[in-house]
């Protein structure tokens, strides 16, 4: 062993999965991962910058590493993630990270990580090579359950989002790379797949048309994708994020493929139409439903997630109530409501001061939209009572087993844990808000 490395994950599940590259190339280099900060030799931070809060932690974390760098000069702290990429504000990191940070890599730009190790442990080997950082191949924590990168970057420019800044313009992976990854976790019997991206459905690679089957039906990329994905055969697949502007017919078509799992997460930001145009989100209101009705023309029983953001410069009382009566009327199954906050460098962080709500009238919107999306859960998750619903089961909680349902919801039931990894059958007698509770159908 040459050494050991911690790596501190902040933000999204792409992060997490990016994390998984890097400890692939650590390993490579024959470092031990550690749990304990304090006796690693290299700290990695992959940073989030979604929102200005997770990017002054980082602040923070920094501050408190001084100390080891102190007593250990061979102490290397690298940051990547979403914030190497911000240029202008990084500048201003920097001031507060000075002595401290070795090195800030984009996330694409992972490949340098050996070369800056070598300087101080001069006889380390490594052998990988690679030019997507996206074709690295993980090393995964479950041995059931994957995420599989397909695109990195946005092209969209949403006014309020630092992402197109962070992590630059969308760069899909080869189709060719995708599959490969895919029918190796088949080989290892992985039961769940999702896959990920900023904006997976404008996935568009090089390789589409030599890659693409002859009997495909489909020509919208994603929906190809998803199509030769459904042939190989994992259980359960899943995809996130996706812009309502690229929910192509095709792609709403492959929803109803063998593999496909019970749940779209489909992120709607606002029911105005005048705060989707400040958002720059480039759908009205009117697309967006037209695209959940034709899902669920194709798919009646599938469950709907969404991402709603309240308090947006200039959301009126009329617009937010717009945003209240659409989410009554689309019943989702869950909602992750974001409070408004200004990202420096977006056209949103510029809007006049004056239209700019107040920290407590954001709160109160966030409030009474998590009320009514509790009630609308609740209601909705009646319909699994007295049902048998398909879970896979990924860990122990107390005395129960959990695992997600089809639709992703949380279902608890007691049983033995070697079940942890199978899909198994569950027939639901208590339903809650955020849990299903039930017995295990034994002939599983
Ligand atoms: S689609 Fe919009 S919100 Fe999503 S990453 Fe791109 S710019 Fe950000």
């Not at 304990?36 to 992959?46: A, F, H, L, R």
């Not at 959940?292 to 009646?300: A, C, E, L, Q, W």
């Not at 809007?351 to 109160?364: A, D, L």
């Not at 699994?384 to 879970?391: D, G, Q, T």
């Amino acid at each position: 062993m040459t050494g050991k490395y911690y790596i501190l994950t902040l933000g999204c599940q792409m992060n997490k999965n990016d994390s998984e590259r890097i400890k692939t190339i650590l390993n490579n280099m024959d470092f031990l991962e550690t749990e304990d900060y304090k006796e690693s030799d290299i700290y990695i931070i992959n940073t989030c910058s979604v929102r200005q809060t997770a990017e002054d932690r980082v602040i923070g974390i920094v501050k408190n590493l001084n100390e080891i760098k102190k007593k250990n000069k061979n102490f290397l702290v690298i940051i990547t993630g979403c914030m190497p990429g911000r240029d202008k504000d990084l500048k201003e990191y920097k001031k507060f990270h000075k002595n401290v940070v070795d090195l800030y890599i984009p996330i694409n730009e992972i490949y340098k990580i050996p070369e800056l190790v070598k300087k101080y442990y001069k006889n380390i080997k490594y052998t990988i090579n690679y030019t997507d950082y996206l074709d690295l191949e993980a090393t995964r924590e479950e041995s059931f359950r994957a995420f599989v990168p397909i695109i990195n970057g946005c092209n969209n420019f949403c006014s309020y989002c630092a992402v197109p800044y962070a992590r630059g313009r969308e760069k899909s992976r080869n189709f060719k790379s995708v599959i490969n990854e895919v029918a190796d976790l088949k080989k290892r019997d992985y039961k769940e797949i999702t896959l990920l991206g900023q904006n997976v459905n404008s996935f568009n690679p090089i390789d589409l048309n030599e890659c693409k089957s002859g009997d495909n039906p489909y020509n919208h990329p994603f929906a190809c994708l998803l199509w030769e994905i459904n042939k190989i055969g994992i259980p359960r697949i899943y995809f996130i994020s996706s812009h309502p502007k690229d929910m192509s017919d095709e792609v709403i078509d492959a929803l109803k493929l063998e593999n496909m799992g019970n749940y779209i997460h489909l992120a709607m930001q606002s029911g105005s139409n005048s705060i989707l145009k400040a958002m720059n989100r480039k759908y009205k209101i009117e697309d967006y439903l037209d695209r959940i009705d034709k899902i669920r023309r194709i798919r009646p029983e599938i469950a709907i997630g969404t991402d709603i953001i309240v308090g947006f410069p200039g959301e009126s009382e009329e617009d937010f109530k717009e945003t209240c009566n659409i989410y009554k009327k689309v019943k989702f199954d869950i909602s992750y409501t974001a409070i408004y906050s200004d990202r420096s460098g977006t056209v949103a962080s510029k809007m006049p001061e004056n239209i700019k709500i107040s920290s407590k009238k954001k709160k109160e919107r966030r409030n009474i939209l998590q009320k009514i999306m509790e009630d609308i859960t609740l209601e909705k998750n009646q319909k699994y009572l007295n049902k048998k619903v398909s879970v896979l089961v990924d860990g122990k909680e107390g005395e129960y087993l959990k695992g997600n349902s089809e639709e992703l919801k949380i279902v608890k039931f007691k049983g033995d844990d070697k079940l942890i990894g199978e899909i198994v059958d569950v027939y639901i007698n208590k339903v809650q808000t955020w849990n299903l509770y039930g017995v295990l159908i034994k002939d599983n």
